[in-house]
């Protein structure tokens, strides 16, 4: 049965301002993040987040656009194909072109001509993948350049500056990301992670920005107990899941969910970090995650490979669809299915033109966007349970 709710919170003063867009911009409610709960459906939720750009309606599934792009596919394809939420990546975009120079270009919504809500990560995840060429203190982190071997450093303090500076949406707290399965090394990690939060809170000066924490602890329950803890203890806007589908099984994140959604605040939006398969958003949903983000499907698109609503794959640069004529999902409303067949699209991936990448990729983005979408309305219909096993099967 579906219950309905009605709860409003704000978290944050008026916004002083809103950037000047080519679109119109969005009305924006009188405080700048808040979040209602329209129904639930045992644990899955349909809600909306208020943002400064406009409003989330949730479940919803981000596009990465690492570096101030989504890889192959414009912003007015973004919106065409019922995108509402862009993630940016800071280590990226401090690199290059730099945060201050975004920031006078008028942020990054004005940069790249995206008129919605954006979210940006802290860099954490790319710097702990640098491996050996960064050095970790309780201070920060020291780290070379991945594009010229220069050598940089982040704290908690600096990753907020930056993010300020780009002007997203939604901001993340800078956390350490480490490998899920070494117990000793986990209990250091999450010490630090959290005392690096709070001095995130501390630096966060922007009322237009909501800054999430993130969870981390790997694969240990009593250690995602213990940060999701902390991290609600905080009160903030919004509360972030990391550090899963990292190695981990699926099983296991499945499980460090169960753990971790029910000490959560339920009035808050709940996101779970790089996750972008069809059964991981389904069983995040079913957990009660709101919000999700990766770069599978655009990856995916230059890769070939067409993902399908029921969680399989078809790899179009194989022979047998030389000749098909049917589009890659009969029953996809996106550009490429309602207009091009299989056949055309090999023809483009063996003949090494671009336009595969985009056509492929509008078609990925569009499938986890509307299942987001197809299941809101599940939720909101009391029948999500019901929906899931006609997707992905039981």
Not at 130 to 135: E, F, K, V
Request: net charge negative; proline share 6%; with cysteine.
């Amino acid at each position: 049965m579906s219950i309905h709710l009605s709860l409003r919170l704000e978290f944050a003063g008026p916004t002083d301002t809103i950037l000047a867009m080519s679109a119109p911009a969005p009305a924006i409610p009188t405080a700048p993040f808040t979040f209602d709960m329209d129904a639930t459906d045992g644990a899955a939720r349909a809600g909306r987040f208020h943002t400064p750009h406009g409003t989330l309606e949730t479940p919803v599934f981000a596009p990465v656009g690492t570096a101030a792009t989504v890889k192959a596919v414009t912003p007015a394809q973004l919106h065409d194909l019922g995108a509402t939420l862009v993630l940016a990546n800071t280590y990226h975009l401090y690199l290059r072109p730099g945060d201050d120079l975004v920031a006078e270009m008028g942020g990054l919504h004005q940069f790249m001509q995206w008129p919605h809500p954006m979210l940006t990560d802290s860099g954490g995840f790319q710097v702990f993948s640098l491996g050996d060429t960064r050095t970790i203190d309780d201070d920060g982190v020291t780290f070379k350049s991945h594009i010229d071997g220069s050598t940089h450093r982040f704290t908690p303090e600096r990753s907020i500056q930056i993010q300020q500076n780009l002007g997203s949406d939604i901001i993340m707290a800078f956390d350490e990301c480490p490998l899920p399965y070494d117990r000793a090394y986990m209990d250091v990690s999450l010490a630090r992670t959290h005392a690096w939060l709070a001095r995130c809170v501390a630096a966060k000066t922007r009322d237009d920005q909501a800054l999430f924490g993130i969870v981390q602890g790997g694969v240990f329950p009593d250690l995602r107990a213990q940060s999701a803890e902390y991290v609600a203890g905080l009160d903030l806007p919004g509360n972030a899941i990391g550090g899963l589908s990292v190695g981990e099984k699926k099983e296991e994140m499945n499980a460090m969910l169960d753990v971790v959604t029910p000490i959560l605040p339920a009035n808050k939006p709940r996101y779970l970090m790089g996750v972008g398969t069809v059964e991981d958003l389904l069983n995040g949903v079913a957990r009660g995650v709101d919000i999700f983000d990766c770069v599978l499907p655009t990856r995916m698109g230059r890769n070939h490979s067409a993902m399908l609503r029921n969680g399989r794959r078809l790899n179009l640069k194989n022979a047998p669809f030389a000749r098909d004529e049917q589009p890659i999902d009969a029953a996809c409303q996106c550009y490429t299915c309602r207009t091009f067949t299989r056949a055309y699209l090999r023809h483009l991936i063996v003949s090494g033109e671009m336009l595969s990448a985009t056509l492929l990729s509008i078609h990925n983005l569009h499938m986890l966007v509307q299942l987001a979408k197809d299941m809101r309305a599940a939720i909101l219909a009391g029948r999500f349970e019901e929906f899931s096993r006609e997707v992905i099967g039981d």
